[in-house]
């Protein structure tokens, strides 16, 4: 298996743009989370999915951070519009189940945000 | 509400001695407890979880951890580090709520390995 894939890997934009983070999960997998982590606050659950359904989004920062599942093998997480602060690495993992399973995460988009 | 302490954000020690890695929890319920190790610009990996099996969890790489619900600890422990074990590692507990799984992650340990 290929593990979790995310794209891009690395991402520079300026501030005011819109940006997307891409992950496609383990197949087979029925749960995704996306994280961020930052020297400061640290790794931080920003949201997860199960089946497809956004089941705990009380993680992301604020309205312009949303998160999509449209199928079983891929999620988006936009920034619009991004800014410094949302400078940061995101992680996405993926699991069997949601609570007692193990994830396994990606390896990561480095977000730079000038 | 849960919580996860992880008492040490640095921890040294020369290799070929242990390495004690801490963390303490809180939790309302029966968590489900893990630890994950993170190298360097890598994603996170599991090296072992607690699912209310067996008190004494071994995982990959020679580490174990023992749950202790009377301290609410769940102390990760290797006899004999290596120079591969620098890495950071964090402790999560696991807990479900109405509806849901809440996951809190510990704010993370460095291990410096000293040649």
């Known amino acids: 298996d290929a593990g979790v894939i995310q794209s891009p890997r690395h991402e520079v934009t300026e501030m005011g743009q819109e940006v997307t983070l891409r992950c496609k999960p383990i197949s087979g997998h029925n749960s995704l989370f996306w994280y961020r982590q930052t020297m400061m606050r640290g790794l931080e659950l920003l949201i997860y999915?199960?089946?497809?359904?956004?089941?705990?989004d009380s993680g992301m920062p604020e309205d312009r951070f949303s998160a999509k599942m449209p199928n079983a093998s891929f999620s988006t997480l936009k920034i619009q519009p991004s800014e410094p602060r949302d400078s940061a690495v995101y992680f996405c993992a993926s699991s069997l189940g949601s609570g007692t399973e193990t994830q396994y995460f990606g390896p990561g988009t480095r977000l730079l945000v000038l | 509400a849960q919580s996860v302490t992880q008492l040490d954000s640095h921890v040294s020690v020369s290799e070929g001695t242990p390495v004690l890695l801490r963390c303490n929890y809180s939790s309302s319920y029966s968590p489900s407890l893990f630890w994950y190790v993170q190298h360097p610009n890598k994603g996170l990996q599991l090296l072992l979880k607690y699912t209310s099996a067996a008190t004494l969890v071994k995982g990959i790489n020679g580490f174990e951890a023992e749950f202790k619900k009377s301290e609410t600890s769940f102390h990760l422990t290797k006899p004999s580090a290596h120079m591969s074990d620098a890495a950071e590692y964090f402790c999560?507990?696991?807990?479900?709520?109405?509806?849901?799984?809440?996951?809190?992650f510990g704010k993370g340990t460095k291990l410096s390995v000293i040649p």
């Open positions: 999915f199960n089946n497809n359904v956004p089941i705990d």
């Open positions: 999560v507990v696991s807990e479900r709520g109405a509806g849901s799984y809440q996951l809190t």
